[in-house]
Each structure stands twice: as C-alpha cells, then as structure tokens.
C-alpha cells in the first residue's frame, strides 16, 4: 500500500541481522559497555561475553557467593554475565565476610565457576595458580576513605594480612610509625602485591551511615585489570 510504513518486514529482518552480525564481531563490545571486574578464568573479555551463555552456573557454584549477574546497566552485552560484587556485605565484620579465595582450598585448588562453566567462557590459563591468578586491583579513594579524613580506620589494612598474610598483604601504612590521633595511619595499596580479591572492599565502613556523605560506592573497591 502507497504511503504506507516504509519499515517493511524485510527491512527489519535485515537491520537485525546486521546488529548481530557486528555483535558476533565485537563491533558493539564497547558501545555503553561497563568495564566489570570478572571471575577467576574471565578476564578476556572477549572470550567472556562471546561465550557466556547466562546459564548462571557460575554464580550458582561461587562458595563465597561473591559472583552475580552484571545488570542493563554495565551494557547490554554485559547484561547476565557473571561480575564480582565484594559490597554486599555488613562493613566492619572481620570474622564474617566474603572475598574471593580462588577457591584454593576447595575443588583442587580449581575455582569452581571455572570448573562448571560449560562453554569456557570463564577459561583459565595453562599456568592458573590460587597463589598468584589476579583478577581485579583495590582502588582508594582518599576523599571518602576515614583514615584520610582524620579518623582511624584500620578495617582494609587488617583483613588484607588476614587472608593474604603480612608478606603478600598488598595494604600497607604510608606512616607506619604513627600513633597519635592527629598523626593517623594512611592506607595505601600496592597495585604489584593486589589480587583483586575483594576482602578490603567487603569490611570497608566508609559507606555506613554518617560516614561519607552521598557515597556512592565504599572508599575501597576492586577495579577491573586495565588492558
């Protein structure tokens, strides 16, 4: 019919097929696309969202349960693949949290989102060892962080030792000899010594109520690796 909707079925037919052509190529990898932090095994990209088949096996088998689906709003190629999220815990709770211990002392040392992953999306390298895999970096923000803000917080610093011991803690005190009140102790991370586990972001306090104003995240938090 003349005039009619000039969007006709096989116009339509064709503009989808295009979309997933260049989504099958990684053309749209990058369109509104949120950089996330990844399971052990995930961190090519690429490999992850061509892969992932959102079966959710993954975040089903996570011990810590410290895996969950990414939402619309990290891309919509990101949407259902498996992220970490280290924030969903009380803060200040050094004897009941949760981190990634690339399940080093489960499975065989195999963590087990990459053990079930049925489509290699989560695909771990030839030489994968708990004691040395990296799958993020703790990023401070001293604006928000308490120690910075003249109160002395001592939450990051002291779970990094617990579960990564004093030689691989990747936390330290810039002013290690301070010990007066105005004299704080100042956190800082050592991105080489950092895995990304995510127990510092867990007990982190900066976010409860009356510590930082309008914080939009907790003043520690794990980042995905760049590159």
């Known amino acids: 019919m003349a005039g009619g909707n000039p969007l006709s079925r096989r116009t339509l037919c064709i503009g989808v097929g295009a979309t997933v052509a ?40 996570c011990p810590e349960q410290v895996i969950v689906p990414a939402s619309i709003g990290s891309g919509v190629l990101n949407m259902r693949t498996p992220r970490m999220e280290f924030s969903d815990c009380y803060p200040g709770q050094l004897d009941d949290f949760r981190y990634c211990d690339m399940c080093a002392e489960r499975n065989g040392g195999v963590p087990l989102c990459a053990d079930v992953c049925p489509t290699g999306a989560l695909q771990l390298t030839a030489d994968f060892a708990p004691e040395t895999e990296v799958i993020g970096v ?56 950092c895995n990304g586990c995510g127990a510092c972001e867990a007990v982190c306090v900066s976010a409860q109520a009356g510590s930082a104003m309008n914080a939009a995240e907790r003043a520690i938090v794990v980042k995905p690796l760049e590159g």
Do not use: W
């Open 22 to 61: 260049m989504a099958g190529l990684g053309s749209l990898r990058y369109v509104g696309s949120e950089a996330l932090v990844r399971p052990p095994g995930g961190q090519d990209e690429e490999n992850l969202v061509s892969k992932c088949v959102h079966c959710y096996r993954c975040i089903e088998a």
């Open 138 to 193: 703790a990023v401070l923000n001293t604006e928000t962080c308490i120690a910075y803000r003249s109160s002395f917080c001592a939450f990051c610093h002291d779970v990094c030792i617990q579960v990564r011991g004093e030689e691989n803690a990747a936390i330290y005190y810039q002013n290690a000899d301070a010990s007066e009140a105005l004299d704080t102790r100042l956190p800082v991370v050592d991105a080489e010594k």
